[in-house]
């Protein structure tokens, strides 16, 4: 084992020395059925510490604390100032705790600490940014043609009760993503972090306590889809719901949802084209086609998993991102030496290999990668960086999400024959290119029908800049303005004053 790693946060290591429990109408709670959940470690399978499994019930003592909290308590009373100075107080609180968020990340879906870190700082910045908008959520005065002294507004109101339902990869970012916002407009809301990684977002209602939130304005109900994740789509004392996931699961919460008609964003899966160009800067291509696929063990909705490379430096460019990834260093998130931790279950790193056994059938050829089997890691969940060679875009590899660190290298020679390939998927969510051609550059970037490209760069996202997909990648947006437009109503006004 190395010697480089890194020791537990103390914090860390006494918050999940105990079993965990739900957080709902600010009390710590038990599910009603008793039930509890194991969450391990996926870099050796240790167990860390069992978690209360919610149900339907447990979903219905939340829905009632967070519909209690929105009509009757201090909450809807309360100033859009005060509103900001509590956001600022748990953004201060989410900074000055940021080591303990981000080993608590670590520990429980094995990334590096240094990725993990950069999480719990993001979400600090989050908070900040929404902290921003509470006291900028306007409306309009509207012209009227109507005879007679007639006052035309708008006003922007709450939804109401908010649910959330995220997912295992980057729990804390994912979750902050659906609180900050719509408390920012005054709604209340409840999430649901995934079975598999709940423990960095428990520790986070902790701090919303000591932020000073009134009771039952924010709520974690811990559970599996099927039960909790369901209900709260179901649920009809819920306004709204956003989920981070897969594209089957947001078609059901649709489904779930029609029954009061509730507002739904969805960010779902991807299966994004990352373009080389010739013309490219040679090696920021190469650190940049690496970072759009490895980022986060490839377990990234967005990810550049389908690498379009021009013909005349393909095989060139895909020898040098296998020579290049090689140097990644595959281990314990809690190693300083580690970019590539493991993936979250066994059950995903199957899923991982059974996607290699078929590009291999199909006719692609592995340049690197595949499961790690070194002693050290046997324990653990990881695949190594994958390089996959002669693929074409109608293989079960360039079509269907793998999520993991895996690309398909794709040939093109033609630009327009290129972005109809790179538009032949179900999925919109990301895109990359890399040229020094601006004129390139605009074009295939307006062609990509996908709701976020990268222009010689990947993987940025910031709080004021709008992120979601087009097609099956989604509905709606998350961030920035569009977040306020997500998370509330508009009311028109019309009033004579004759």
Known sequence: MSTTLISLNPKAREFTSKPLKMFIGGQWVDAISGKRTEIRNPANGELITTVAEGDKEDVDLAVRAARKAFEEGPWPKMKPNVRARLMLNLADLIEE?????????????????SLTTGFAAAAADN??????WTTKITGE??????????FNYTRREPIGVCAGIVPWNAPL???????SAPLAVGNTVIVKPSEETPISLLRFAELVQEAGFPD????IVTGHGPTVGAALAAHHDVDKIAFTGSTEVGKSIIRESAGNIKKVTLELGGKSAHIIFADADYEQALANAANSIFFNSGQVCFAGSRLFIES?????FLADLADYSQNYKVGNGFDKETVIGPLISAKQKKRVLNYL???????AEMLIGGEATEAELASGYFVKPTVLANVHNDMTIAREEIFGPVVSGIPFDDMDEMIKLANQTVYGLGGGVCTTDLRKAHKVAHALRTGNVWVNTYNITEPNSPFGGYKQSG???ENGAASIDMYTEIKNIWMNLD
Do not use: W
Not at 127 to 132: C, I, N, S, T
Not at 141 to 150: A, V
Not at 216 to 219: A, D, E, H, K, L
């Open 97 to 113: 705790n940021a080591e303990e968020l981000a080993h608590l990340d670590t520990l429980d879906y094995g990334q590096p600490v």
């Open 127 to 132: 908070f900040r940014y929404y902290a921003g």
């Open 141 to 150: 005065t509207l012209p009227s043609s109507t005879p007679g002294n007639i």
């Open 173 to 179: 970012m994912n979750a902050i993503m659906k609180i």
């Open 216 to 219: 039952g304005v924010v709520n």
């Open 312 to 316: 005349k430096i393909y095989d060139k």
């Open 357 to 363: 056994e078929i590009g291999r059938n199909e006719g």
């Open 475 to 477: 509905l709606g947006r």
